[in-house]
Nanobody, 120 residues
Framework: MRLVESGGGLVQAGGSLRLSCAASGFISSVFNGAIVGWYRQTPGNQRELVAD???????NYADFAKGRFVISRDNARKRIYLQMNTLRPEDTAVYYC????????????WGQGTQVTVSS
């Protein structure tokens, strides 16, 4: 079972990127019943929440992401997305997707990360 992010890159301030996270090796019931989210990390800092989708609830966003980022999931394709708009230089970070199955003793899964660099 693994997560693989894609879609990162270099973009100018004000631009947009769409990150994608592909989950493989998860049976549908595990993926569909999981809390999914995106986190980011910059050198010397702790990984921080960007957005997540709790089970049976609306998405939850960090203050810096509200109004600019949108998290979504496609259970049929076992994918998690992060649409990032109006990007700022301070959004530069490595972005990680996270999947936490509920009701199974599987632990938490992280992707390897994808670099997002926003130039001013």
């Amino acid at each position: 079972m693994r997560l693989v992010e894609s879609g990162g890159g270099l973009v100018q301030a004000g631009g947009s990127l769409r990150l994608s996270c592909a989950a493989s090796g998860f049976i549908s019931s595990v993926f569909n019943g999981a809390i999914v989210g995106w986190y980011r990390q910059t050198p010397g800092n702790q990984r921080e929440l960007v957005a997540d989708i709790p089970l049976g609830a609306n998405p939850n966003y960090a203050d810096f992401a509200k109004g600019r980022f949108v998290i979504s999931r496609d259970n049929a394709r076992k994918r998690i997305y992060l649409q990032m708009n109006t990007l700022r230089p301070e959004d530069t970070a490595v972005y990680y997707c996270r999947l936490e199955p509920r009701g199974y003793s599987l632990g938490v899964f992280w992707g390897q990360g994808t670099q997002v660099t926003v130039s001013s």
